[in-house]
């Protein structure tokens, strides 16, 4: 009992190797603990090794030297709270005149070694029109001085709300615009449940990729499709999964699918041109070597040094090839091995959410799925799921079709000032949903239907969008 209370303690403890996400105020940042290594976060750099060994949650200061030191529990005395305030703001005058210090008054307070709270405490003391603004005015001017001056950082464990808010607030680009509710929904639609197996098709820096990984838990199997030379991952490695979590993890690339439906897919063709590659360098080597060691021995004597160099070049040439053999006989095995898991056609789900024009990648993946399973696609514009939901409608093998769109408002909750955020996301891209069936089935179905009378047709259309309006 103790041996489990120890191992789920240090699960929630911060550690050399692991991915942590930086947090101050609302900007995010994920990072790697490593010894020694210099962090840049907000205009600010600072040393994550006084972390090791605290809990997840933790709140630091940066110290001068870029040490961290753990921050104190805040005291009832410590509060910056006028207990003056104004009755309203309309004899305030922004002149620039109102504060008594200056800027260079500022890096003195620095350089003395003032933290951040009292130097906030000396301009709300120097400033002149403090006591003349209301009580929300001085707790606005208070949040917004804390923001500027205080070196508070929170070490945060990666999760995928986390890691999704830090892609759309610094580089919603690299993730197709792809809004965290958004992703939640997409989460939801495609049923991703412990123990499933589940394409993804993603170019969003591997956050939706992580983000399926982190709701199965480890248990099933993920078969991500890619396309170009190999997968794009750092997203999912910002998540810092065990080891037993990569291990359900799959690839295939997306140039072989068709060669995979049509069943000549050739395993041990690439594999078959990286040894004739390596076998032919091998064998120029070897001829240059000849060559080269037909002149030094006609020579009389021969530099122990530039022999060595030699050597060692050769040695190195060899290691490399080795490694190169290694590694093109270890991604055939990957290439075997997800290969297999798609022959089966019995996926529980599909999610694609790329930059990508959805349609055909849409078509060609969902041979690949069981009937009677979800399938959700993402993308930032309406057209091109407009187009996938005609086309699906027009070849049939899909059922219950949405296409929805997301939309999100921030609201600030305070005493007698609650009101929407005037800023917001302007749009979180759009979904389309369902759920395949047996095409042949379909087929057979809408072909008895439009044998059978107009009136029987039209009553059991009626009969069937009752059903659905009730459901």
């Known amino acids: 009992m103790a041996e489990c209370v120890k191992d789920s303690d240090a699960e929630d403890r911060i550690s050399y190797g692991d991915y942590v996400v930086l947090k101050r105020g609302d900007i995010f940042k994920s990072v790697q603990i490593e010894n020694k290594k210099k962090v840049i976060f907000e205009k600010q750099w600072f040393f994550l090794d006084n972390a090791v ?3 997840y949650g933790a709140v630091f200061e940066i110290e001068a030297g870029g040490s961290l030191k753990i921050k104190a529990a805040k005291h009832s005395g410590d509060s910056l709270d006028s207990k003056e305030a104004g009755q309203d703001n309309r004899h305030i005058v922004d002149d620039g005149r109102s504060q008594k210090l200056s800027r260079d008054d500022i890096e003195t307070l620095k350089e003395q070694g003032l933290k951040g709270q009292e130097i906030v405490q000396q301009l709300i003391d120097n400033s002149t029109t403090f006591k003349d603004k209301t009580e929300f005015a001085q707790e606005k001017y208070i949040k917004k001085k804390k923001k500027k001056y205080e070196s508070n950082i929170t070490i945060l464990k990666p999760s995928t709300r986390l890691l999704a808010m830090m892609y759309h607030g610094r580089e919603p680009g690299k993730i197709c615009h792809l809004r965290y509710d958004t992703l939640a929904q997409i989460l939801t639609l495609g049923n991703i449940h412990a123990g499933s197996k589940i394409l993804v098709f993603e170019t969003c820096a591997g956050l939706v990729l992580g ?16 396309p170009g030379g190999g997968p794009t991952r750092a997203g999912m490695e910002s998540f810092g999964f065990p080891s037993h979590f990569h291990e359900t993890l799959h690839e295939f690339p997306l140039c072989k699918v068709n060669a995979l439906l049509a069943g000549t897919l050739d395993l041990s063709e690439k594999d078959a041109d990286g040894n004739g590659r390596s076998e032919s360098s091998q064998e120029t080597s070897g001829v240059s070597e000849e060559k080269s060691s037909e002149p030094q021995s006609m020579e009389v004597s021969v530099d122990p040094q530039e022999e060595m160099r030699r050597v060692e070049r050769e040695r190195l040439r060899e290691q490399r090839a080795q490694e190169k053999k290694l590694k093109m006989e ?25 930059r990508f024009h959805p349609c055909p990648v849409l078509m060609g993946l969902l041979k690949f799925v069981a009937p009677s399973r979800p399938f959700v696609v993402y993308c930032q514009y309406r057209e091109p799921l407009i187009e996938c939901y005609t086309k699906l409608r027009e070849q049939g093998g899909a059922i219950s079709l949405r296409l929805t769109d997301s939309w999100l408002r921030h609201y600030q909750v305070l005493p007698n000032r609650t009101h929407p955020v005037l800023l917001m996301s302007g749009g979180g891209g759009y979904l389309l949903s369902g759920t395949t069936v047996a095409a042949d089935a379909a087929k057979a179905r809408n072909q008895h239907k439009a044998e059978e009378p107009v009136a029987k047709r039209l009553k059991l259309d009626k009969i069937s969008s009752s059903c659905d309006s009730s459901a």
């Open 330 to 354: 270890e991604k055939r095995k990957k290439l075997s091995s997800a290969a297999a898991l798609l022959e089966g056609r019995n996926a529980d789900g599909l999610v694609i959410a790329s």
């Open 211 to 226: 983000s399926v990984m982190e709701r199965m838990g480890g248990y099933g199997s993920v078969i991500q499709m890619y």
């Open 53 to 55: 060994g605290q809990l």
